[in-house]
């Protein structure tokens, strides 16, 4: 696989979905979306994802999300997280999580969790 296939950045999902095989980096920035839809869980390689300045609170995660087993990078800033998602914990290659923007009651608290919980992770709060 080349080094440009994976540096590819894919904005639609649909299209990500139909090139699974090849798609590492997603980003749904800024699309209005309000549900992460289910077939997101097929995207297993993804190690980059950019879901920032969307609609989205802890419950709008289906289970699948927790598919993307290589996910190093999650961009979640700018959206109306009150608490971390729930299944965060199942990202155990998590290196840089953004979550700066939301609606968190105690923000440092929970950037905290993370660095416990992933010693190795960069947390943007």
């Not at 097929?42 to 969307?54: A, Q, R, T």
């Not at 996910?71 to 979640?76: N, R, T, V």
């Not at 914990?89 to 609606?103: A, E, Y």
């Not at 440092?108 to 709060?125: G, S």
Request: aromatic residues 10%.
């Amino acid at each position: 696989m080349s080094k440009e296939s994976r540096e590819k950045v894919w904005t639609n999902l649909e299209e990500a979905i139909e090139q699974r095989s090849f798609v590492f980096q997603l980003d749904l920035s800024r699309q209005g979306i309000r549900n992460i839809p289910e077939s997101i869980g097929k995207l297993n390689k993804v190690m980059s994802c950019n879901l920032s300045g969307n609609d989205l609170d802890e419950t709008c995660f289906p289970d699948e999300f927790w598919e993307l087993s290589y996910l190093q990078e999650l961009d979640l800033s700018h959206n109306h997280f009150r608490n971390l998602p729930p299944c965060i914990c199942m990202f155990i290659d998590l290196k840089k999580l953004n979550i700066s923007g939301n609606d968190f009651e105690d923000v440092q608290h929970q950037a905290k969790l993370i660095t416990a919980l992933f010693p190795d992770c960069t947390v943007t709060y």
